[in-house]
């Protein structure tokens, strides 16, 4: 497989550090704060696996370059700290498997939204599951969240299974909710959980 590999120029730098620092969520996994130098895993995950993680996820279609994700990974490190924003790289046995983050955070309400991808060989091992246990001591105990939601799309069965596994409450349907890469919008399952439920 050919390898793509991005040169930084000295002046991409990681403006800002976050508060938060890795979290070993257990022997195995272990959730790592996203930096720049994970540009080229995250892209040559994505590169080998476009017909498996292209079904559920729109971005993979645009994710055309090591550029284009080097842009996503700037966007995230750019923001500021105090909006809550949080990425991580999912580690398994210290290879990286995916990403995990809160994304939306609205901090006046005290909510968030965890969103979360995996690579295909780290399938069906907990990962995901664990590790969204991990955000949600986090976003409860540290970040002072009252609200987490998941979404998925109506059909991706093994996203849907992780809410409900962790005790979730089914909200309801955003109706196409979600613009595919392919052109058609699909209809969104709403899950939350409240802090102390």
Not at 114 to 138: C, P
Request: proline share 3%.
């Amino acid at each position: 497989m050919k390898r793509n590999r991005i040169y930084l120029h000295k002046t991409h730098k990681q403006t800002i550090m976050s508060p938060i620092s890795k979290i070993m969520v257990s022997g195995s996994i272990t959730l790592k704060p996203l930096e720049l130098t994970d540009t080229d895993e995250i892209f040559n995950t994505i590169d080998a696996q476009r017909d498996y993680l292209g079904k559920w996820l729109p971005f993979v279609r645009y994710t055309r370059s090591a550029k284009d994700t080097l842009s996503f990974v700037l966007s995230v490190l750019e923001q500021p700290v105090e909006n809550g924003n949080y990425m991580y790289v999912i580690q398994y046995d210290e290879v990286f498997a995916g990403l995990i983050g809160f994304k939306d955070t609205d901090n006046i309400n005290k909510k968030t939204e965890i969103g979360y991808w995996l690579s295909e060989k780290f399938q069906k091992k907990g990962i995901i599951t664990e590790s969204i246990r991990a955000m949600m001591k986090l976003a409860y105990n540290k970040l002072d969240i009252h609200r987490i939601q998941i979404k998925c799309a109506v059909g991706n069965t093994p996203s849907s299974n992780i809410p409900k596994r962790l005790g979730f409450r089914f909200e309801g349907i955003e109706r196409a909710g979600e613009l595919h890469s392919n052109g058609c919008f699909l209809d969104i399952e709403v899950y939350s959980k409240l802090k102390g439920e």
